[in-house]
């Protein structure tokens, strides 16, 4: 390859990983190839700055000494191949509400922390197979104070916080 010039090598891949995640361009200077940067065959078709703050999907990644790489696909459509440094996953902090000592709702005997825990936790298998980065308050029956929750969310910079929860019902009601 000659830039400028100047007789430069192509990189070779050093490894590649098939994936399947979500993500979001977060930077928008990075050159969209063909193939990973510097390697052989590759020619820059856009640029990231096209797909600023939308979400993709990365299906597959390789590495080369200089930097790791995406590919990256918007709808289904494949885009190209992109550096990693300008993506940033989709995190989710997942918080089944109650626990431990506080028992939420009350039922026929079933309480509202145990439905809460077992919900969050079939959430939270599907959202990671669907590629998304979670986080949970708890996975077993434990306290967790609601400015933990709060502060471990914000710490994360979660770009979605859901707490679960249900309501009992005692067989009176009025009103919508």
């Keep these: 390859m000659n830039i400028n010039g100047l007789e430069m090598k192509y990189e070779k891949v050093t490894s590649t990983k098939a994936v399947n995640y979500n993500a979001k361009v977060v930077e928008g200077h990075h050159d969209i190839y063909t193939a990973p940067g510097y390697t052989e065959g590759n020619t820059i078709i856009g640029k990231s700055g096209?797909?600023?703050n939308?979400?993709?999907k990365v299906i597959q990644e390789k590495e080369t000494?200089?930097?790791g790489w995406a590919l990256i696909a918007i709808n289904g459509k494949m885009i190209g191949w992109m550096n990693k440094k300008g993506l940033d996953s989709i995190s989710i902090y997942l918080d089944p509400g109650h626990g431990g000592d506080d028992l939420g709702a009350?039922?026929?005997g079933i309480k509202e922390k145990d439905i809460n825990l077992k919900v969050a936790l079939k959430v939270?298998?599907?959202l990671?197979?669907?590629g998304y980065e979670v986080v949970?308050?708890?996975?077993?029956d434990k306290f967790v104070s609601l400015s933990d929750r709060?502060?471990?969310a914000n710490k994360m910079k979660a770009d979605i916080f859901v707490s679960v929860h249900h309501n009992a019902f005692m067989k009176i009601a009025s009103g919508i």
């Design 124 to 126: 939270e298998k599907l």
């Design 136 to 140: 949970m308050s708890r996975k077993t």
């Design 150 to 152: 709060a502060q471990e």
């Design 106 to 108: 009350i039922s026929g």
């Design 65 to 67: 000494v200089r930097a």
């Design 128 to 130: 990671k197979e669907k």
């Design 50 to 52: 096209s797909y600023l």
């Design 54 to 56: 939308k979400n993709i």
